[in-house]
């Protein structure tokens, strides 16, 4: 008797794991069949394949190779599916600035084109941490930072992509699978001399800087990343052609088509000197509000302006060779920064945000006025020396050294009045300027 149950629950048992897994594979089917669909329907809508080289060409600097681009277009268009572009993110810097987002407008633009995209988080790399540029090994990151990092990067890459055509992956959902076998196996598609081609490697072997054989592995993982995804792209900055490359080489072993390595320009900062980057002061944050952004934009240096239209913004290559014509034709610089202020202030704000911003700039900057809607801090003091540390709290300032020097440069001013000395006395409702683009109220909460 309870032998006969036991066959019959477990018959019954059986049935419904098998009923359970049959489901489960029928959604995962649908989702399949809808995320088909919804590519199908954005390739049949696809330019031709000059237009879209033209496209994905403005502003680049290199393509290996573009005749291997002009094939993958065609068989895109001829087979009716979107290619696949890969950005790899490493999460130890989450602050995203107009020359990280250098290649994530790329990207947007070949999303509009009708291609796909997946990020690919670092989570699994990052707790070696990427050594290009770096002088020394770097510290590896906790778990803890490497998801929180990671979070705040995607809140901030979806300012620039197109949230229904991105997919983001953590590359730690293949790379801890891996076993010691197959570490193995990765190890041996290259050797220690191509390595040590890379001009960081090989600046620390030359000055007996020690290189930690972990660190080898990052462009192999990066690599191995590639592989996962049988990309056809991958896109990064020219800093990254070593491990992009090795992405080629990967796939070619293990017997997939090669992607193709599109290498992004550095963007230079506000200084038009340096690669832009928040530790200089140099940069243009997404995350910055509109009238910052604005202003910032407007001083970018001249012979930088075809840069930014090129690599901050959406403008179709013909319409920037009209603007090249434009400044060669003689027509002021600074109408045309307007142009471009407006044009990448719009790209992270809203309409309503850039018409403020733009009145704001007007009566700060062209008017030389007070503007209104500016920051309030609460007076907790009689003299500015009394309110520095709020001022550098609040990230009005940078550092009290620097407040200093603005100060014997004539680059703070009281209510319009420049002032001399932090012992200045200041009351409620009066107006500091700091520099040339930051206000700060003061008023009295009780």
Do not use: C
């Not at 890379?198 to 054989?213: A, E, L, S, T």
């Not at 056809?232 to 491990?243: P, R, S, V, W």
């Not at 530790?279 to 934009?297: Q, T």
């Amino acid at each position: 008797m309870y032998l006969s149950s036991f066959r019959n629950n477990g018959r019954e048992f059986f049935i419904f794991i098998k009923f359970n897994i049959i489901k489960k594979l029928y959604n995962i089917i649908l989702i399949e069949l809808a995320y088909i669909k919804k590519y199908k329907r954005s390739v049949k809508d696809m330019k031709t394949v000059e237009e879209q080289l033209k496209i994905i060409k403005k502003g680049v600097e290199l393509i290996v190779s573009e005749e291997e681009l002009r094939l993958k277009l065609e068989k895109s268009i001829k087979d009716n599916k979107p290619l696949t572009i890969k950005l790899g993110l490493d999460p130890s810097a989450p602050d995203i600035h107009l020359g990280h987002a250098v290649v994530l407008r790329k990207i947007k633009q070949m999303q509009d084109l009708g291609h796909k995209s997946v990020i690919v988080i670092g989570d699994f790399t990052g707790k070696i941490g990427d050594p290009t540029g770096k002088a020394k090994g770097r510290k590896a990151l906790s778990d803890e930072e490497v998801l929180k990092n990671a979070e705040t990067y995607k809140k901030q890459i979806f300012k620039v992509l197109d949230k229904d055509k991105t997919e983001v992956k953590f590359n730690s959902t293949w790379l801890s699978k891996l076993n010691f076998d197959a570490v193995l196996k990765l190890a041996g598609t290259t050797t220690v001399a191509r390595m040590l081609e890379r001009d960081d490697f090989q600046k620390r072997y030359k000055n007996n800087v020690p290189i930690g054989i972990h660190e080898f592995f990052y462009p192999l993982m990066q690599a191995y990343d590639s592989v996962e995804l049988e990309a056809d792209i991958e896109l990064g900055g020219t800093d990254q052609t070593f491990n992009i490359l090795m992405g080629r080489t990967l796939q070619k072993t293990r017997g997939q088509e090669q992607q193709i390595a599109i290498f992004m320009p550095i963007l230079e900062g506000l200084d038009g000197i340096e690669k832009m980057s928040k530790s200089l002061g140099n940069y243009i944050g997404v995350n910055e509000e509109a009238n910052v952004m604005f202003k910032k934009v407007m001083e970018v240096p001249d012979n930088l302006i075809i840069k930014y239209f090129e690599l901050a913004t959406d403008v179709h290559p013909d319409e920037i060779n009209k603007i090249k014509e434009r400044l060669n034709n003689g027509e002021n610089p600074r109408d045309i920064k307007l142009e471009l202020s407006k044009i990448i202030t719009a790209l992270y704000h809203t309409e309503e945000e850039l018409e403020e911003a733009i009145e704001f700039y007007n009566t700060a900057f062209s008017k030389k006025a007070i503007p209104d809607n500016i920051p309030e801090l609460n007076l907790k003091g009689d003299t500015i020396r009394d309110i520095l540390d709020d001022l550098l709290k609040e990230k009005f300032i940078p550092s009290k050294k620097e407040f200093n020097r603005l100060i014997k440069q004539d680059g703070i001013q009281l209510n319009g009045e420049k002032i001399k000395e932090l012992d200045t006395n200041i009351n409620e409702n009066d107006v500091l300027k700091i520099g040339k683009k930051k206000f700060v109220k003061f008023i009295n909460i009780n």
